[in-house]
């Protein structure tokens, strides 16, 4: 995370201490439109990538708990 000029910023993103943006022309606009666009396709891919990995670890985790199950029937 960096500071500079009155900007805070983390690489990805940056916040203004004005609080106000404003775009000079309309190729200006055009490439906040799309970068917003990527932004938000790449946060739709993150919470599917996550979903994705929570259930990957809720599979592991029923897998080894009918391990256990099963190890438990067998020593009985």
Known sequence: MTLS???LSSGTSSVSNHGTQSYGS???M?????MELKRKRRMESNRESAKRSRQRKQQHL????SQVNL??????
């Open 5 to 7: 000029g009155g900007t």
């Open 26 to 28: 309309e190729g200006d």
């Open 30 to 34: 055009e490439l906040q439109a799309r």
């Open 62 to 65: 029923d897998d080894l708990t």
């Open 71 to 76: 190890t438990k029937s067998k020593i009985r």
